[in-house]
């Protein structure tokens, strides 16, 4: 029958598994459960109602809802179809998410009850039809019925394991998004490895995985490709709640899961308030930020499980480093930092002008992966500029040791990393330059105890003109997303600027940093 370690494609996953063991549970959601049998059949069919729609290959395919059984549903449908898997950001405001699906030049737009509001807005130039995923809106047809329409057999169509599967949209330094252009194989890569120090990826068919992370983000779509590669049993959330991941962990008996940081913290304060029994995980994955050591003490022991840390960014398919167990267990120095290679990636840290540096001298951190993304959607030159040599410029600035492992100690780029969100400063400043009594402003990342880091905003007033932190907080709510928008506002005379009137940022955090060992959280 043949091993999953083989499969070379996304379309094969379904197809593997409902051949093997047709009736096992590939995905729950709350109380609905679909076998690998009805995945398979229902990712076929959705695949025939998109050629149905003349879909050609490549085709951008807009997914807005929260996590479903239906989501990978669509992701496999979308691989047998040739067609591309585009999530889209629904914390975004609705204007940053019509430039997300007018960008990505999408022809069908899938959209969740919760989100009907928001897609009627939405007049992106090329959408040919809407289709409610869920619930009933006049003049959308229904995704059940639009499938099931088009129910039969798998159209087996070839892709390549090197073609476009997915495009995940990040912010830009701009203040423009940018689609990620990710492979198949980018996604299948990490999850098939497995030997030597790899043991902790021995994913089995008895394993159930928990994903609590959205999936427009790489780090929930992937974790849901890994764990429906082996076979295992997913469990979805629909989106995040620490007191609902305690109690599923509980009911379905976990074994795996992935949570950024702020998501740790939350979940150990609910755990303090409603103890409950998480004696069958057998490892908790993390990444996105950087954890503060008393934070993973706390965690290793409340969980009382082996831990993995991960470091990449949507450009790299999510991982590129791994932190492991044995290293957790040993503790020491290590803990600080973030790992060493996966198998099959190298790690260089380079100066400004590209030259590697040795163990122990800090540069960027660059990347070298089969992960790397593609490129990033019609922007030609910022792909050559992120993936110089096959290399990619992370952004991130850090040294690594003698051993190989890697230190993260700031960014390079104007970036701020709140609850595993990027957030790009730039975004929030062109926010805020609408505000008719602000002179000029700047954002910066500040520690924060909860999320990692907070977006503040410094602002200087025109003269004779008044506002409230509040106010303008309101005001940059009202233009991006809520989590992009400042927690808090600090007033000023001026902001520092150099000869040639760029605002000095490592001298407006220096403040808010002082007494830290790194200048990120």
Known sequence: MGDWRGLKALADIPRFHARVRPDAIALTCGEQNVTYSQLDRQSSASARALLAEKVKPGARIAWLDLNSERTHEMLFACAKAKAVFCPVNWRLSPAEMQQVIADADAELLFVGQRFFDAA????????????????????????????????????????????????????????????????????????????????????????VSLLTMPCFHIAGLRWGVMSLLPGAHTVVMPEFSPDSVLDEIARRRVTRLFLAPAAIRLVLEAAKRKPVDLSSLKIVWYGASPMPAPLLADAMATFGCSFLQTYGMTETGAQATFLPPADHRSGGERLRSAGKALPGVRVRIVDAQGRAQPPGQPGEICIKSPSNMLGYWRREAETRAALRGGWMHTGDAGFMDRDGYVYIQDRLKDMIVSGGENVYSVEVENALASHPAIADAAVIGVPDETWGEAVKAIVVLKPGCAASAEEIIAHAKAQIAAYKAPKSVDFVDALPKNSLGKVLKASLRQEYWSGKDRMVN
Do not use: C, F
Not at 153 to 176: F, L, V
Not at 178 to 207: H, I, P
């Open 120 to 207: 009627s807005a939405i007049a992106a130039s090329r959408l040919r039809k809407v289709i409610a995923v869920d619930g009933a809106r006049a003049g959308w047809e229904g995704y059940a019925d639009w499938r099931d329409r088009h129910a039969g057999d798998d159209p087996r169509r070839a892709s390549a394991p090197n073609g476009p599967a997915i495009q995940i949209y990040t912010s830009g330094a701009t203040g423009q998004p940018k689609g990620v252009v990710l492979s198949a194989g980018a996604l299948l890569t990490t999850g098939k490895q497995r030997d030597g120090e790899m043991a902790w990826n021995d994913w089995s068919e008895d394993d």
